[in-house]
C-alpha cells in the first residue's frame, strides 16, 4: 500500500480499533478470529497461500502495527530498509474488489482493494490494485500497478 487519497470525512461513529486481540475479529474482515486469521501469518505458524490471503495478512500488519510482517513479506526488490506506522491511523476496514491468479498454482498474482482508514475524525480511502509474486516460495508484495 503506497499513497493516500484522503476523503472528506463522513461524521461516523466506528467500532474501536480491534487490536491484536487473538481471540478477536481479524481486521481483515475475515469470519475467523485474528488468532486463527492472520494472526497465524503474523506469528510465522502459517504463510499465505494465495496472494489475496497474503494482501489480507498484510493489511492486518497494518491494522495491529506488525512492521516486522510487513517487511517480510515484501519483495526484496522493492521493500523499503525501514516502515514507520503512523500509530494515530486506524485502519477501519477492507473490501477486496478483485483478484487475478494468485492461486498455489501461480507465480504471480493482483488484488485490488479499498482500504478505508482514519485519523481522528478524519477519514481517508486507499484504492491499490497490488501485484504479488512467489519469492522463494512463498507469496510476498511486489508493488502497486496503475489501472
Ligand atoms: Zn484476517
Same mark, same amino acid.
Given at each position: 500500500? %503506497? ?26 474482515? %475475515? ?117
Amino acid at each position: 500500500m %503506497g499513497s493516500m487519497s484522503q476523503r472528506r470525512p463522513r461524521h461516523r461513529t466506528f467500532p474501536p480499533r480491534p487490536a491484536a486481540d487473538p481471540a478477536g475479529p481479524c481486521p481483515c474482515g %475475515g469470519s475467523a478470529a485474528y488468532r486463527d486469521c492472520c494472526g497465524r501469518l503474523h506469528s510465522g505458524r502459517a504463510t499465505a497461500s494465495t496472494a489475496e490471503q497474503l494482501m489480507r495478512s498484510r493489511y492486518s500488519a497494518f491494522a495491529v502495527g506488525d512492521r516486522d510482517y510487513l517487511l517480510r513479506t515484501w519483495h526484496p526488490s522493492t521493500r523499503p530498509r525501514s516502515l514507520d506506522l503512523d500509530p494515530g491511523t486506524e485502519w477501519v476496514r477492507l473490501e477486496v474488489l478483485s483478484a487475478t491468479g494468485g492461486t498455489p498454482f501461480h507465480n504471480e498474482g493482483t488484488v485490488a482493494f479499498r482500504a478505508v482508514h482514519r485519523a481522528g475524525a478524519r477519514e481517508g480511502v486507499l484504492d491499490e490494485h497490488s501485484r504479488f509474486v512467489r519469492h522463494e516460495g512463498g507469496w510476498v508484495y511486489l508493488d502497486a500497478i496503475a489501472d
